[in-house]
């Protein structure tokens, strides 16, 4: 550009900048003028605002309740009702009010029901109802407090005062105590010299059906008392207070009506205002003569510089206009980018202040930009006075590199992953760092739980494995066994118990059974235990074993451990398979009294309960009724790793053999679940607490246990016996012949098909498991096709596993488990054949 040009530009923006200086300085006076007149109006409007509020009598509030209501004589003639004497009462201090306040007009007594009880200034005009009539009066019946607000009547408007009144602390009524609201704004006119008026919401004004005395001037929603102000009765036709604050004309005359809602009823809610008129004319006219004066002086200085910089900088202000656009666009898109992502992102300087964070950040720290923004990072994330040992911006700082690293924030109680940076600025000084942090929570608490159930799943493939074995030891040894129980039994049927042998078989018999019960603990371990479920008392099982010899034998070895017991009368029953649940309390009361060292006690209680799971450590347990047992020690505690292995087979910290087998808390860990029940472990220092949750059972216990005679097992028909082993066989012919029933036996299932084939039997015997060969299921699957309504019983050493539940599926009748005795036996065949 020529240096003519620069001096031409330089003039011709002198001259833009003088006349728009000049035309601003003539309309910002004008407006000044103008807003100071405004202003001098709504400082009058706020001295008649404060003018009311002085006429009101609302600090008479006090001195209502001093006067009146203090005075034990007048509630007692309100609560009895003696309406004369309430009268002669109130009369002096009524009038002594009315001479302390010049605006004070009603005085009511209102009852309960909503019916006048006393007019002061009309004691002869009483017993109406005003039941929906006046809100107010019906509020303070319903709430029983003091309520105060403006209403419309049928005498007019009212800023009224009621409050209710208690005698002996019962609500007896509500005395009322009101103003003119035209009374208060003809003094207020009075006093100030300013075109006022009170208005209110048509809506209310209409209720009473224009009863009012005094005038009204619909505008709008509202409508206006105008108690003679001639300038309220020129107002355009389609004006309305609905618009607020506003300039009028009225006979080319400018106003300013400034309209102010401060009346109120007794809910708070806004029913109308004061409003306030303002002429301006004369400004108004000043101000437009002076606005055509300036605009004309400069409109050709303001054309001709305009002009002159549109041609000379039109393009560059175009590409600065688009340079400009683009960027504020880009930063637009930046912004949108960086509050989108959820992790937390911030800008931290070398001081540790937050220069800029993104949206997530304020949402999770729970802040907003303001608090955020030039916070310490450290006092603002981390809720600390001083940066953290670990902090990575130290890290930043010092050596100028990327770190990464996951924290817990003790604060939000989240886990977090951070990555922090170093941020350059436009000279390539480091001058912060910007962290990213991701909540990792939700992970974590996915990879423990992750953790936990691959453990509970291998120790549930420690317990298979172990279960598996000792099923398969307990088939075996129950097949040995048999011999041991039955045949004593068979023998001890011929002797006397004076017999010499009498005693040694009696012996080898309890020594079987004794056997019996630790391979039954095998097959409880293996979960395959067979078991018969009956409605019992959990009480009961528990009076019977405390009054076992088992339970006599452990008080005898320990003499100084008390074992105590607290149950409930009222007690739920459950349906168990009873030798194995006392077996369940014998090995828990047996653990808790070998736990205490020295003195001590032991407590078994017993309680109906409605548990909720979110309380308790045992996660499975659903909602609902239970029968709760607990058995509580005060030894001295179970080891935090014991913990996790008490209820595997074989582990225990007792001398193996001597006072214990491995077996004890395995046999209640496997039982309590056949018994779909739940058992959870509290141990500390102070001892023990093992709780049991059974599922309640409503029906009653079926009281007929007594054991049957032989004379009444014996039965008559034909019996296949059916088992790969000789001495089962025996032990079976020998049992079903003392008990009448004709006898034939085959050592496989293959042999059995070929006998059926040829004869027909009344009942089948079944070993579950031979070799070689078919097993029971199959036998009987082949001989049903012969004779499909073949009864049967299966015989098993093992335990009701599947292919028993699929024979009886079948058709078998029953099963019973080796070894067995001559009872169990004869009561099979009994059902079976009787079936």
Not at 238 to 262: C, E, W, Y
Not at 432 to 454: C, N, P, S, Y
Not at 802 to 808: E, M, Q, T
Request: a negative charge; glycine letters at 6%.
């Amino acid at each position: 550009m020529s240096e003519k040009n620069k001096a031409i530009f330089l003039v011709s923006l002198i001259l833009l900048i003088l006349s728009l200086a000049f035309l601003y300085q003539g309309i910002a006076y004008s407006n000044k003028t103008l807003e100071h007149n405004i202003e001098m109006a709504e400082k009058n409007m706020h001295s008649t605002l404060y003018s009311i509020q002085q006429l009101s009598f609302v600090p008479y509030e006090s001195r209502i309740k001093s006067v009146l209501l203090t005075n034990p004589q007048i509630i007692e003639a309100f609560a009895k009702r003696d309406r004369e004497l309430l009268y002669k009462l109130v009369l002096p201090k009524y009038r002594a009010l009315q001479k302390e306040n010049e605006f004070f007009h009603v005085l009511h007594f209102h009852l309960p029901d909503a019916t006048t009880f006393l007019r002061m200034h009309d004691p002869g005009f009483y017993g109406d109802n005003l039941a929906t009539i006046r809100p107010i009066v019906d509020a303070v019946h319903e709430k029983k407090e003091l309520l105060t607000g403006y209403e419309i009547g049928s005498h007019g408007a009212f800023y009224r005062i009621v409050i209710p009144v208690f005698s002996h602390e019962i609500y007896i009524g509500a005395l009322e105590f009101g103003i003119k609201a035209d009374e208060l704004l003809a003094a207020v006119g009075a006093r100030l010299d300013t075109n006022a008026a009170l208005f209110f919401l048509r809506e209310n004004w209409m209720k009473v059906g224009r009863l009012s005395k005094e005038e009204g001037i619909d505008l709008g929603s509202y409508s206006l008392l105008t108690k003679g102000k001639s300038i309220f009765n020129q107002l355009p036709a389609d004006f309305s207070l609905d618009k607020g604050d506003q300039k009028i004309v009225i006979d080319n005359r400018t106003f300013i009506l400034h309209a102010h809602p401060m009346v109120e009823n007794y809910q708070g809610k806004v029913i109308g205002g004061l409003v306030v008129f303002q002429e301006i004319t004369a400004l108004v006219a000043e101000k437009k003569a002076f606005i055509v004066k300036a605009v004309l002086f400069t409109s050709f200085l303001f054309i001709l510089s305009l002009c002159y910089l549109y041609f000379t900088f039109g393009k560059v202000l175009g590409k600065l206009v688009q340079a400009e656009r683009m960027a504020s666009n880009a930063k637009v898109e930046w912004e949108l980018t960086f509050d989108a992502v959820p992790d937390m992102i911030y800008i931290v300087d070398d001081q540790h202040r937050i220069l800029r964070a993104n949206k997530a950040t304020a949402k999770i720290l729970g802040m907003s930009f303001a608090e955020l923004i030039s916070s310490k990072c450290y006092e603002s994330i981390h809720g600390t006075d001083e940066p953290l040992s670990y902090c990575p911006h130290l890290l930043v700082m010092k050596d100028q590199q990327v770190h990464t690293m996951e924290f817990f924030d003790n604060r939000l109680q989240r886990h977090f992953f951070i990555t922090v940076a170093p941020v350059e600025d436009s000279e390539g000084n480091i001058f912060g760092a910007v962290h990213i942090a991701r909540d990792i929570t939700d992970q974590k608490k996915a990879e423990g739980e992750r953790l936990v159930a691959e453990e509970k799943l291998q120790k549930a493939h420690r317990m298979e494995a172990i279960g598996l074995m000792a099923g398969g030891v307990a088939h075996d040894l129950n097949n040995i066994l048999s011999g041991l129980v039955s045949y004593p039994e068979l023998l001890l049927l011929q002797l006397s118990e004076d017999d010499d042998l009498y005693k040694p078989i009696k012996a080898i018999q309890n020594s079987g059974e004794r056997a019996a019960a630790v391979v039954a603990d095998l097959l409880t371990v293996a979960r395959g235990v067979a078991t018969v479920k009956e409605v019992s008392s959990v009480n009961m099982l528990i009076k019977e074993y405390l009054g076992s010899p088992e339970c006599g034998k452990l008080k005898s070895l320990h003499p100084q451990i008390r074992i105590d017991s607290r149950f409930t009368e009222d007690l739920w029953n459950i349906k168990c398979s009873k030798v194995h649940i006392q077996k369940v309390l014998m090995n828990l009361i047996t653990n808790a009294v070998e736990a205490i060292d020295t003195e001590g006690s032991v407590l078994i209680s017993t309680a109906n309960q409605s548990v909720d799971p979110a309380k308790m450590v045992s996660s499975s347990l659903q909602d609902g009724e239970y029968v709760v047992v607990t058995v509580q020690d005060t030894g001295s505690g179970i080891g935090q790793h014991d913990l996790a292995h008490i209820f595997e087979p074989f582990y225990t910290k007792k001398v193996m053999g001597r006072s214990g087998t491995g077996l004890g808390l395995a046999v209640v860990w496997n039982t309590i679940k056949d018994h779909r029940a739940y058992i959870t472990v509290e141990s500390d220092e102070n001892g023990s607490t093992f709780t049991l949750y059974f599922p309640p059972c409503h029906e009653e216990i079926s009281r007929n246990n007594d054991a049957l005679s032989i004379t009444s097992l014996k039965g008559c028909g034909s019996v296949l016996v059916v088992d790969d082993e000789e001495q089962q066989r025996n032990i079976a012919t020998q049992m079903l012949t003392l008990l009448g029933y004709t006898v034939n036996t085959v050592s496989s299932g293959e042999e059995a098909v070929d006998f059926c084939s040829k004869k027909s039997v009344d009942l089948l015997l079944l070993d579950m498991l031979m070799e070689p060969g078919i097993n029971g299921l199959e036998t009987y699957q082949k001989i049903i096709e012969l004779y499909p309504s073949q009864k049967a019983i299966i015989a098993s050493g093992f335990s009701e596993s599947s292919a028993v539940l699929a024979s009886k599926a079948l058709g078998v009748g029953s099963y019973i488990k080796k070894p067995y005795n001559l009872e169990q036996l004869g009561k099979a065949l009994q059902k079976v054949l009787r079936s």
